[in-house]
């Protein structure tokens, strides 16, 4: 039976900044569990396939929920749920009730060390390129066990579609991209193409419909050549003499969106190598399978700019076809005669020397889980025998995640980002005999969670940039500082400052709230005002143009969002109120920027785009928090005026929001199918409206939405899973399977507090 491992690490190629706090990793221990447990666990599997035939992808994330439920022994089904009738209003009794078992069940799955554990997944691409570089390392046989095959090939089979094809999440339509490389893994992980296996068919009939994997994105492309599928004259290039260009350019590398820095810092490498593994039977069976005409015969300098129209979201315009073509056809050959040799072995070495420095600030984490495959399949070219590959198996764990569904590569986990969000939802309950000792197990992992110091050495010219002080998205040992996480955590750390020893813990010392607040008005646009992600944005949108991947939009440059602005504000003003003594007057300027950002960036419906999670809903929630947090009223501002407005209008007629995904990828509010209900993007729209005044106003949108949530709730506290959520750089949907408890106790702590505050 499997079994999730919390702040544990034994393995003497791993290194931790804090004892491993936050690190969760799953294990298989054949002697583990009842035989009751056991069945729990094939219910929950059973029960993922009932959903899936009723539409819903997403796992409830049931497995992690069975063991911490159980091993914390919180009392989760004693209290009855409240349920309302069709012609009864909301009353205190239900609302209590509801709060309280959320609060009971929110409790139950809280990790030993104070984290809450959960997926963070949702694209079906970030899986198979690590199964790609384990397959050419032969640690596809040694790191992984049969037991992690077969919940990998679980997950794979789970998310194929009907027409044979796998989307870019898991719900999405067919995509070349993720078909081939999901038919590659099966085919690694041992399946067999046989008439038997009716899947690989149907997954092979569709590649082969739709033009073969001379159809892939470029991305695919260069996957398919480091595993000897595909040649390197197929893709458009990647010089890794990018990156010893002078830094006064203004296309450096190092002004790229740390994401996609760090992605192609280990693609020019591959690319600057030609690197491929071994050519396998396998991989020569492979070359048969996937394409159309003999692989021989293709004209691979042809396919560089094909790509499958199911893939391709952002089409290369005629310039950028233009610049790859005149590198393809005028500099690449050139690398091939003294002295340019030189100047690529020179490039080659400055690649790997950022590529090394990345992964030693991250413990051998990197940055995400597409760094991640990249950075092992350029140190096994580099030195398949060095201690840098084998750092990064020992890092493995950290990204494969299982539930009911199989087991996964997440994007790299998602600890702060729920843990502060939990917190803040626990705190708001206003329920100290429901606390027990969550509070202060979450402040210990906050303090321990945040980076006490910046990247070491000369990190500016290793492409990195200021982060003392900030918190990760998921863990100390990851290293990459975050705006909005460290704005949610730093005001639980205010928050629990305000209560008793007894029931939060210790203060944080004050000096690393300083450091925080230090960071936050670092990321600041001096321009616009908003606030970027992980570094100060770069005022060159126009960089977006050079974007090389068809698949997502705004990689380039670091930019503004509305969601980390939001968070940060409300950070500040709650920081300047207990601490007036702290660049007070830097942080009013700041607040009054962020304002006008927010003011200046609401769209016409009155709505605000939301890039981390789907969309507008989710955009305007966090906007009109902003807005409230400054002072900003219905009465005197016309942009909350506008964002109730927005709300109001897309309130579906049972009391209820809910958005599609599609929202993102073309920037046009769209409703779930059926207009049905998400209870996750309601709990969002009622927070919205209260911020609002929309309670002292009209109550009766918010009486109808909280009697959802309400009803919804089941015997153990929890809300049903439905649709993702979550998403980023507009094509990629995430899914966070813990907002269904976090947000709907947010909305409901808030609702009685609005109507119920005596």
């Given at each position: ?42 219910n ?14 997403t796992?409830?994330d ?20 409240a ?94 991209f993720?078909?081939?490389?999901s ?209 990064h ?39 100290p ?13 906050l303090k ?12 500016s ?57 230090n960071?936050?008005l ?46 940060v ?31 200046n ?14 969309c ?34 897309t ?27 998400n209870?996750?993007?309601?709990s ?25 949530l309400?009803?919804?709730?089941m ?34 702590a ?9």
């Amino acid at each position: 039976m499997w079994k999730l491992k919390i702040a544990e690490g034994n393995d003497p190629y791993l290194f931790t900044t804090n004892n491993f706090v936050g690190r969760q990793v799953w294990e298989f221990d054949p002697d583990a569990g009842t035989p009751e447990e056991r069945q729990e666990v094939e219910n929950a599997r059973q029960n993922f396939l009932e959903r899936k035939k009723e539409g819903f992808r997403t796992t409830c994330d049931s497995l992690m929920r069975i063991q911490l439920i159980r091993e914390n022994g919180i009392d989760v089904s004693s209290i009855p749920p409240a349920r309302l009738g069709e012609n009864e209003n909301v009353n205190y009794e239900a609302v209590i009730t509801a709060t309280r078992k959320a609060v009971r069940l929110i409790r139950a799955i809280q990790a030993k060390d104070g984290h809450w554990a959960t997926e963070h997944a949702g694209p079906l691409f970030f899986t198979p390129p690590l199964i790609i570089i384990l397959y050419i390392s032969g640690a596809i046989d040694t790191h992984l066990t049969k037991e992690h095959k077969k919940e990998m090939k679980r997950f794979i089979y789970n998310h194929q579609s009907e027409d044979g094809g796998w989307g870019f999440h898991i719900e999405g339509h067919s995509t070349m991209f993720v078909t081939v490389l999901s038919y590659i893994s099966l085919r690694l992980l041992g399946e067999e193409k046989d008439d038997e296996n009716v899947a690989l068919t149907r997954a092979r009939k569709w590649i082969l419909d739709h033009g073969g994997a001379t159809h892939l994105p470029s991305w695919g492309k260069l996957y398919l050549s480091v595993l000897g599928v595909y040649e390197w004259e197929g893709c458009n290039p990647i010089p890794p003499e990018f990156w010893i260009f002078p830094e006064a350019l203004p296309f450096h590398p190092a002004k790229m969106w740390c994401y996609c820095r760090t992605a192609y810092m280990p693609m020019s490498y591959l690319y600057g190598r030609k690197f491929h593994g071994p050519i396998t039977d396998l991989v020569l069976q492979l070359r048969q399978e996937i394409y159309l005409t003999p692989y021989d015969e293709i004209n691979w300098n042809k396919q560089r700019h094909t790509c499958c129209k199911e893939d391709l979201y952002y089409p290369h315009s005629i310039i950028q076809d233009l610049l790859w073509d005149g590198l393809h056809y005028l500099s690449e050959p050139l690398f091939k005669y003294w002295p340019f040799t030189k100047l690529r072995e020179i490039a080659l070495k400055r690649t790997i020397e950022l590529t090394r420095y990345n992964a030693e600030e991250s413990r051998y984490i990197t940055m995400a889980s597409i760094e991640k495959g990249f950075q092992m399949m350029c140190w096994w070219a580099e030195n398949p025998d060095g201690d840098e590959f084998k750092r990064h198996l020992a890092r493995v764990p950290d990204y494969l995640w299982l539930a009911e569904d199989g087991m996964k590569s997440q994007t790299f986990g998602s600890q702060l980002w729920i843990t502060a969000f939990a917190t803040q939802a626990i705190i708001a309950s206003n329920m100290p005999d429901e606390y027990g000792d969550s509070l202060k197990k979450a402040n210990y992992y906050l303090k321990e969670s945040q980076i006490k110091q910046n990247p070491t050495g000369d990190f500016s010219k290793m492409c990195r940039q200021f982060s003392k002080g900030a918190w990760t998205f998921s863990d100390q040992d990851h290293g990459w500082p975050v705006s909005d996480c460290t704005g949610e955590a730093l005001k639980c750390l205010l928050l629990l400052s305000q209560m008793p020893d007894e029931i939060s813990g210790e203060n944080a010392n004050k000096q690393r709230l300083y450091d925080a607040v230090n960071f936050l008005l670092y990321v600041q646009s001096p321009t616009t005002g908003g606030f970027a992600v992980w570094e100060p944005p770069i005022p060159q949108p126009y960089l977006q143009m050079l974007n090389p991947s068809e698949m997502f939009a705004d990689i380039v440059v670091e930019r503004e969002h509305v969601e980390c602005t939001t968070s940060v504000m409300q950070a500040l003003i709650a920081f300047k109120r207990l601490h007036p003594g702290h660049r007070e007057k830097e942080i009013d300027n700041s607040v009054a920027k962020a304002v006008c950002y927010l003011e200046n960036t609401q769209w016409k419906d009155g709505s605000w785009y939301g890039y981390w999670g789907i969309c507008f809903i989710y955009g305007t929630f966090f906007s009109l928090g902003g807005l409230e947090s400054a002072r900003k009223t219905y009465n005197n501002c016309k942009a909350v005026r506008k964002g109730v407005k927005f709300l109001l209008s897309t309130q579906n007629e049972e009391g209820g929001w809910g958005e599609s995904y599609k929202s993102c990828p073309s920037e046009v509010y769209t409703p779930l199918p059926g207009k049905r209900t998400n209870i996750v993007q309601t709990s969002w729209a009622m927070l919205g409206l209260m911020s609002a005044g929309q309670a002292e106003r009209d109550p009766e949108p918010l009486h109808k939405a909280a009697k959802i949530l309400i009803n919804a709730q089941m015997d153990n506290g929890d809300f049903p899973q439905e649709n993702m959520t979550g998403a980023s750089m507009r094509n990629c949907m995430l899914h966070y399977p813990l907002y269904r408890n976090i947000f709907p106790l947010l909305a409901l702590a808030e609702y009685r507090k609005r109507f119920w505050a005596k």
